[in-house]
């Protein structure tokens, strides 16, 4: 099992920057490609962005590329989305996910993400 905490939510204005923080525990997390959900209100959840083991390839969801960063530091079991120009359409609960990889690839969408966080709240003023 893996346990996911996110941190790092709160209200900023359209314009701004927020970094969201997954804090991973339990097995190994190495080997895990892992993600970052977004789900708004009456919307249904959309994967942003994805990340091999390593670090070195990404997935990003059209509408925040050049915007988001995802990020990792497998040493200290930690999932990063750094979110800067953010505009009140990223409004949404934002989830950290993963899933254990036997390649070190990022599927993005067309993985399934077996462990979810609890979710942060992401709201962005007009």
């Known amino acids: 099992q893996v346990q996911l905490i996110e941190s790092g939510g709160g209200l900023v204005q359209a314009g701004g920057s927020l970094r969201l923080s997954c804090a991973a525990s339990g097995r190994t997390f190495v080997r895990y490609e892992m993600g970052w959900f977004r789900q708004a209100p009456g919307k249904e959840r959309e994967l942003v962005a994805a990340?091999?083991?390593?670090?070195?390839?990404?997935y990003y969801t059209d509408s925040v590329k050049g915007r988001f960063t995802i990020s990792r530091d497998n040493a200290k079991n930690a999932l990063y989305l750094q979110m800067n120009s953010l505009k009140p359409e990223d409004t949404a609960v934002y989830y950290c996910v993963a899933r254990a990889s036997y390649r070190d690839v990022v599927l993005g969408p067309t993985a399934h993400y077996d462990y979810w966080g609890q979710g942060t709240q992401v709201t962005v003023s007009s």
């Open positions: 990340i091999n083991w390593s670090g070195t390839n990404t």
